[in-house]
Antibody
């Protein structure tokens, strides 16, 4: 049974970097038939796909245009996890952040992390 | 980006009755030569992450009751709850995974009449 466990701070100051980690059990971040995603949800923006990382003989990333200049998603094969970094945050980045596995559709989700951007 | 438009925003259905949710994509999400569509449906209850109900427009996810069914092709899709149960009260979302960004619809809130 695949599980995703999220960790990271719930409060980030404006202009700083939001950092979250998603630990994988029951699958591998290096799997050739999965991709590892970050999605966020807020009342104003609904569900918003942010990006993903995946391995197909080499590592690839896809990012949403809306955050492309500020986002990095990295795999960590030694710990079997992946991370989200979002730079230069503003209050508009306040949301519940989810990690999720996709094999096409998003079939396994993390528990969610509420992140508030405030001084 | 592909825009996903759901309707209605909310609906109330009597227990045991049928609930129908529509989703329209701004372009076709037909994703392979087997006439399959890269379209998923999710159910979200308060305080929980979304749960996959349907993938490839009409294939039920693992453990999903057979009262949930998906249909449609190209740009128009439907999620049907055949006989609404109390535990089906939730918000339902469609999502296309034909091309990045993998966009979601705005959600349909289903309640009991």
């Amino acid at each position: 049974q695949v599980q995703l466990q999220q960790s990271g701070p719930g409060l980030v100051k404006p202009s700083q970097t939001l950092s979250l980690t998603c630990a994988i059990s029951g699958d591998s971040v290096s799997s050739n038939n999965a991709a590892w995603n970050w999605i966020r949800q807020s009342p104003s923006r609904g569900l918003e796909w942010l990006g993903r990382t995946y391995y197909r003989s080499k590592w690839y990333n896809d990012y949403a245009v809306s955050v492309r200049s500020r986002i990095t998603i990295n795999p960590d094969t030694s710990k079997n996890q992946f991370s989200l970094q979002l730079n230069s945050v503003t209050p508009e980045d306040t949301a519940v952040y989810y990690c999720a596995r996709d094999q096409g559709a998003l079939n396994v989700w993390g528990q969610g992390t509420t992140v508030t951007v405030s001084s | 980006d592909i825009v996903m438009t759901q309707s209605p925003d909310s609906l109330a259905v009597s227990l045991g009755e049928r609930a129908t949710i529509n989703c329209k994509s701004s372009q076709s999400v037909l994703c392979n030569s087997n006439n399959q569509n890269c379209l998923a449906w999710y159910q979200q209850k308060p305080g929980q992450p979304p749960k996959l109900l349907v993938y490839l427009a009409s294939s039920r996810g693992s453990g999903v009751p057979d009262r949930f069914s998906g249909s449609g092709s190209g740009t128009d899709f439907t999620l049907t709850i055949g006989s609404l149960q109390a535990e089906d009260v939730a918000v339902y979302y469609c999502q296309q995974y034909y091309s990045t960004p993998h966009t979601f619809g705005g959600g349909t809130e289903v309640g009991i009449k």
